[in-house]
T-cell receptor, first 115, second 116 residues
Framework: AQTVTQSQPEMSVQEAETVTLSCTYD???????LFWYKQPPSRQMILVIR??????QNATENRFSVNFQKAAKSFSLKISDSQLGDAAMYFC????????????FGTGTRLQVTL | DAGVIQSPRHEVTEMGQEVTLRCKPI?????LFWYRQTMMRGLELLIY????????DSGMPEDRFSAKMPNASFSTLKIQPSEPRDSAVYFC??????????????FGPGTRLTVL
């Protein structure tokens, strides 16, 4: 079974600084998707970024980028130029690329952004 | 598109009562998922449907929980009888060939259930 581990329950970053959230996963599959979801206090789950395992290039979305290390089964999220609106829970998630696209989530990291 | 719609947003009920949560997926999506979020267990998949057919219900905690998808635009998650330990946020999500890779799921706003 696939597992996703987020070892940082809480992180803090100053506004305009950079922060990296860690995620490791375990799978026997060679092709899969990885995601970072953001959950603000409104509790809405918002997709931040996704990575296809077959792609070597790390995904980027504006201030958000990932460091995908397939051999190490590591998938960290870097947030640059942090903003107050980035404060939220962040969940790492895994999905097999087969027809069943169910997500397996990590336990989440709560990110605080301070002035 | 309005996105995934869930109702109600909040539900407070007493132990033993029946609770029905509703979900309308994004039009054209052929997968629908029900997740539960609690402090103790995090986000966990309860059940998912493909083309209105339940595919995997191994996450449904017990017989008190049931889910249906009578058509492509509507699904329900029912708890009967409800218990205080069912208190959680229940999310519905959908995915399909529209809006990006098949594996990208779009979540509804969730229903916060409190069972007293």
């Amino acid at each position: 079974a696939q597992t996703v581990t987020q070892s940082q329950p809480e992180m803090s970053v100053q506004e305009a600084e950079t922060v990296t959230l860690s995620c490791t996963y375990d799978t026997s599959e060679s092709d899969y998707y990885l995601f970072w979801y953001k959950q603000p206090p409104s509790r809405q789950m918002i997709l931040v970024i996704r990575q296809e395992a077959y792609k070597q290039q790390n995904a980027t979305e504006n201030r958000f980028s990932v460091n995908f290390q397939k051999a190490a089964k590591s998938f960290s999220l870097k947030i640059s130029d942090s903003q107050l609106g980035d404060a939220a829970m962040y969940f790492c998630a895994y999905s097999f690329t087969g027809t069943a696209s169910k997500l397996t989530f990590g336990t989440g990291t709560r990110l605080q952004v301070t002035l | 598109d309005a996105g995934v719609i869930q109702s109600p947003r909040h539900e407070v009920t007493e132990m033993g009562q029946e609770v029905t949560l509703r979900c309308k997926p994004i039009s054209g999506h052929d997968y629908l998922f029900w997740y539960r979020q609690t402090m103790m267990r995090g986000l966990e998949l309860l059940i998912y449907f493909n083309n209105n057919v339940p595919i995997d219900d191994s996450g449904m905690p017990e017989d008190r929980f049931s889910a249906k998808m009578p058509n492509a635009s509507f699904s329900t998650l029912k708890i009967q009888p409800s218990e205080p330990r069912d208190s959680a946020v229940y999310f519905c999500a959908s995915s399909g060939r529209t809006g990006g890779p098949r594996n990208e799921q779009f979540f509804g706003p969730g229903t916060r259930l409190t069972v007293l």
